[in-house]
């Protein structure tokens, strides 16, 4: 996608990432978005399990915190925002509600639970962040037009350094992926893929934007 003229205005400059620094957001790779029985499954999902599972090895070599996001809603209440959008999904202590086992999800990660879009929104993601000295978070999972787009925007305007390898995420069609890519890559964070961030956990290589200044 070309940049527009106002997107054009935006700053690039050499990234690096401090493993030690460095958290792997996976927002809502569960069961009830990923796998068959599941009550909203997002076509394609499976696609992401390889890249995902080659960023989070590289982060386990490289000794950086993996933070599962777990979207989890409580049976019963009178409103839940979100149900009032969409079909109920994720009810606590559901099968829906658990982190697919393809990622080999492990005790000793962190696992937020969410009850909104942003993973950073009524949760306790941004004191856990800050008590681990994380400053850079690689995010991916689902939808990226969505909860992976409202983490985004939260967690720039809560100054962290924010990364999002194209690979990594998927939206609910090309036109949300390619937009909601963009306008991260050009207002919120960096977009990259996979491979490169792998290199830059194991290896120090700078990381560079997929779009141009």
């Given at each position: 996608?070309?940049?527009?003229v ?14 030690r620094a460095?958290?792997i ?5 569960l ?14 999902c499976?696609r992401l ?27 019963n ?19 829906g509600?658990?982190?697919?086992e393809?990622?080999?999800?492990r ?14 929104f009524?949760?306790d ?25 409202s983490?985004v925007?939260?967690a720039?305007?809560?100054g ?13 069609g ?18 990259v893929?996979s491979?490169?961030?792998?290199a830059?956990?194991?290896h ?10």
């Amino acid at each position: 996608m070309a940049v527009d003229v106002f997107s054009a205005k935006k700053l690039e400059r050499e990234v690096r990432v401090d493993p030690r620094a460095t958290g792997i957001v996976v927002i809502d790779m569960l069961n009830e978005f990923c796998k068959p029985g599941g009550a909203m499954i997002l076509p394609g999902c499976e696609r992401l399990v390889p890249p995902q599972t080659r960023v989070l090895d590289a982060a386990r070599r490289a000794g950086s915190t993996i933070l599962f996001v777990v979207d989890t809603h409580r049976p019963n209440v009178r409103q839940d925002r979100e149900f009032l959008k969409r079909a109920p999904h994720c009810l606590e202590e559901s099968w829906g509600a658990r982190v697919i086992e393809d990622l080999d999800p492990r005790p000793e990660d962190v696992y937020v639970v969410k009850r909104r879009y942003s993973a950073f929104f009524g949760t306790d993601l941004d004191l856990t962040l800050r008590d681990l000295q994380i400053n850079t978070l690689v995010i991916v999972g689902v939808v990226t037009n969505i909860c992976v787009r409202s983490t985004v925007h939260d967690a720039f305007f809560l100054g962290y350094q924010v990364i999002v390898p194209e690979d990594c995420v998927a939206a609910t069609g090309p036109r949300e992926q390619e937009s909601s890519l963009y306008d991260i890559a050009t207002h919120f964070g960096i977009v990259v893929d996979s491979a490169q961030v792998a290199a830059a956990l194991l290896h120090g290589t700078p990381l560079e934007n997929r779009v141009a200044a």
